[in-house]
């Protein structure tokens, strides 16, 4: 078999551009022997150049991401920087007719003009990555559930409230779980995004886009976050043979309804299943029924592995037409 080089701009070096970097030079020669194609990442976009990267060996590294986004000569550009300025530069690929492949959520949720791409299930733009870590359910809306409708969406996609919650369970201390999370990497320094819920509603706003077909903005998700107080209600529900997990759910009737609340759940019930960083997500179908995913949602390697899914999956459609013209 012929070698055809594709070329890859990587947006992001830290510990999810780091894993996929390693992940895709580790499976390279497989990679090559299945598709025909050398996936060779050429340039590498980081916030701090002047930091010494080993890990990119010969790759040119510098500090223009937006460079990368705008090259006509680099067709597929892995962004997974977690910048705010993420959603211009997937656009600008899009807008050129180049592949965005992409692990930032919230940079899909902030842009109206992406969150309309993932309604339309635009076939360059690409997130399995932005939401569970290795769980397929972004792929499994946008195609294998395709034909089907769905009835409803419930799951817990925050893996830092869920290692809070469950470890909340042997202790009273939230304050002391909390340091444990932020010390085992499960949590930022600054974790307001995980315990108001923001990051469940932003990941709960592609699944339902992607889902239903049109652009669900966070704005329109009832949302309720997790604070001390939170402590009380799980014991409590320990006592009653129930669990306290932040649930994320979405349904249509009518019109779509979406919300990120704290619920106590019985113990019977698959979302409470989730232990420590775990997600669980849960769909009710007309045709296929109840389907479940449970499995880790978050870590470098997970995520890496949704990245490269991603990627395989653009290079199998790279010469398919695209439908940029609609998002130039």
């Known amino acids: 078999m012929s070698t055809t080089e594709l070329k890859i701009g990587l947006i992001g070096l830290g510990t999810v ?8 030079r580790a499976r390279a020669q497989s990679i090559r022997e299945r598709t025909g194609f050398a996936l060779d990442v050429v340039t590498i976009a980081v916030a701090r ?21 705008s090259d006509p000569d680099i ?8 910048a705010k300025e993420a959603d211009e530069w997937i656009a600008a690929v899009l807008a050129r007719g180049g592949v965005a492949i992409t692990a930032n959520k919230q940079a899909l949720v902030k842009s109206p003009l992406l969150l309309q791409c993932l309604a339309d299930h635009h076939p360059d733009l690409h997130c ?28 817990i996609l925050n893996g830092t409230t869920n290692f809070l919650l469950s470890n909340l369970e042997r202790t009273r201390c939230f304050e002391a779980v909390l340091r444990e999370a932020q010390a085992a ?9 995980d315990l108001s819920g923001a ?11 992607l889902a239903w077909r049109e652009p669900v903005p966070v704005s329109s998700i009832k949302v309720q976050g997790i604070d001390p107080s939170v402590v009380d209600e799980v014991q409590r529900a320990k006592r009653e043979g129930q669990r306290i997990r932040l649930v994320a759910k979405a349904w249509r009737n009518g019109h779509i309804a979406a919300s990120v609340k704290p619920e106590a759940l019985l113990d019977r019930d698959p979302l409470a299943a989730a232990e420590g960083v775990e997600n669980v997500i849960q769909l009710q179908t007309e045709l296929a029924g109840n389907l479940s995913w449970h499995g880790l949602g978050a870590g470098g390697v997970p995520t890496a592995s949704a990245l490269l899914a991603d990627l395989l999956c653009a290079v ?7 439908r940029r013209s609609a998002y130039a």
């Open 199 to 209: 990051d469940a509603a932003a990941k709960l706003s592609i699944l339902t886009t």
């Open 17 to 24: 551009g780091t894993a996929f970097l390693e992940v895709l």
């Open 49 to 69: 150049p002047q930091i010494p990267r080993p890990v990119a060996v010969t790759i040119p590294v510098h500090g223009s991401a937006a460079k990368i986004a």
């Open 128 to 155: 399995e990555a932005a939401v569970a870590g290795a769980l397929p359910i972004v792929r499994t809306l946008r195609e294998s559930l395709s034909g089907d409708r769905v009835h409803l969406l419930r799951g």
């Open 316 to 322: 199998h459609s790279i010469n398919r037409p695209s």
């Open 185 to 193: 990497g499960y949590a930022e320094a600054d974790p307001t995004a």
């Open 75 to 82: 067709p597929i550009v892995v962004e997974a920087s977690g």
